[in-house]
């Protein structure tokens, strides 16, 4: 098992920036893919960015290519999320989330594959 934890929401005007961590505990020794996911009220969870193991891959989703920048500490067992130039469209609870790979350079895109999930941390912008 896997337990992870957000932290670094907040409330942020358009064009600022902020950083979300991902703390993991638990069985950490084993090598996982790590996402991030967000959800605003009424939509469903969408996907921002996934980094492999190794972190020699990421993928991010086209709305935030750009902009945001997915990275790990595996020393740390943390994730990140370095968000800059926000948007109001930004706002929404945000999620990440770990899945034991085997290949350590996979990157994991969909939410099914996902084992383990974080309780989210919300992230307002204002305009």
């Known amino acids: 098992q896997v337990q992870l934890v957000e932290s670094g929401g907040g409330l942020v005007q358009a064009g600022g920036s902020l950083r979300l961590s991902c703390a993991a505990s638990g069985r950490t020794y084993n090598t996982y893919a790590a996402g991030w996911f967000r959800q605003a009220p009424g939509k469903e969870r969408e996907f921002i960015a996934a980094?492999?193991?190794?972190?020699?891959?990421?993928y991010y989703a086209d709305s935030v290519k750009g902009r945001f920048t997915i990275s790990r500490d595996n020393a740390r067992n943390t994730v990140y999320l370095q968000m800059n130039s926000l948007k109001p469209e930004d706002t929404a609870n945000y999620y990440c989330?770990?899945?034991?790979?085997?290949?350590?350079?996979?990157?994991?895109?969909?939410?099914?594959?996902?084992?383990?999930w974080g309780q989210g941390t919300q992230v307002t912008v204002s305009s």
């Open positions: 989330a770990a899945t034991y790979t085997s290949y350590t350079s996979e990157i994991v895109t969909t939410t099914h594959r996902y084992d383990y």
């Open positions: 980094i492999s193991w190794r972190g020699d891959n990421t």
